[in-house]
Antibody, heavy 119, light 108 residues
Framework: QVQLQQWGAGLLKPSETLSLTCAVS????????WSWIRQSPGKGLEWIGEINHSGTSDYNPSLKSRVTISVDTPKRQFSLKVSSVTAADTAVYFC?????????????WGQGTLVTVSS | DIQMTQSPSSLSASVGDRVSFTCRASQNMSINMSWYQQKSGRAPKLLIFAASKLQNGVPSRFSGSGSGTDFTFTISGLQPEDFATYYCQQTYETPPLTFGGGTKVEIK
């Protein structure tokens, strides 16, 4: 059974860099794209970006200038960095698997990490 | 970007009711629509993909329909565990992948 386990710092000050990692257990790592998605308090879902096992990545243009997604295939992990955070980056961040067997929908999700940006 | 507009943003219903709500896309997106259920404090759960296909293990009371720009999600016989927020998402065009604003199904 495929599981995603994520972790990272939950409290940041403005201008700091957000850093989260997601580890994939079970199943194939190389056959999928792996995404980060966030949800601001009381708001909807925003796709941040994706990466595959070889490091091919794509980002939401609204965040592209501040976001880096990287992959460590031997460890079956992928990571998110968001630079120069502000209060607007306060959100629950999810990692998720994008599966072309289900029309590229997100079929497996991590548990979510609340990241709060506050001075 | 493909904008996704869900309506209504919330609705009240009783156990056993049949409920439907919609998602409208800002441009034609064929059948590349997915639907998710999210309960408070939890990650979203995939229910429907390719507009009408039921994800493995999802009860058959959930269904989806539509193509192009207009899509409908239906729960036939609402159960207590179905009270949640539902999101649509397009997989037609990236970047970016985009979600609707959600429809919250509440107990009447």
């Amino acid at each position: 059974q495929v599981q995603l386990q994520q972790w990272g710092a939950g409290l940041l000050k403005p201008s700091e860099t957000l850093s989260l990692t997601c580890a994939v257990s079970g199943g194939s790592f190389s056959g999928f794209y792996w995404s980060w998605i966030r949800q601001s308090p009381g708001k909807g879902l925003e796709w941040i970006g994706e990466i595959n096992h070889s490091g091919t990545s794509d980002y939401n243009p609204s965040l592209k200038s501040r976001v880096t997604i990287s992959v460590d295939t031997p460890k079956r992990q992928f990571s998110l960095k968001v630079s120069s955070v502000t209060a607007a980056d306060t959100a629950v961040y999810f990692c998720a698997r994008q599966n072309n067997d289900v029309d590229d929908a997100f079929d497996i999700w991590g548990q979510g990490t609340l990241v709060t940006v506050s001075s | 970007d493909i904008q996704m507009t869900q309506s209504p943003s919330s609705l009240s219903a009783s156990v056993g009711d049949r409920v439907s709500f919609t998602c409208r896309a800002s441009q034609n997106m064929s059948i590349n629509m997915s639907w998710y259920q999210q309960k408070s404090g939890r990650a979203p759960k995939l229910l429907i993909f390719a507009a009408s296909k039921l994800q493995n293990g999802v009860p058959s009371r959930f269904s989806g329909s539509g193509s192009g720009t207009d899509f409908t999600f239906t729960i036939s016989g609402l159960q207590p565990e179905d009270f949640a927020t539902y999101y649509c998402q397009q997989t037609y065009e990236t970047p970016p992948l985009t979600f609707g604003g959600g429809t919250k199904v509440e107990i009447k």
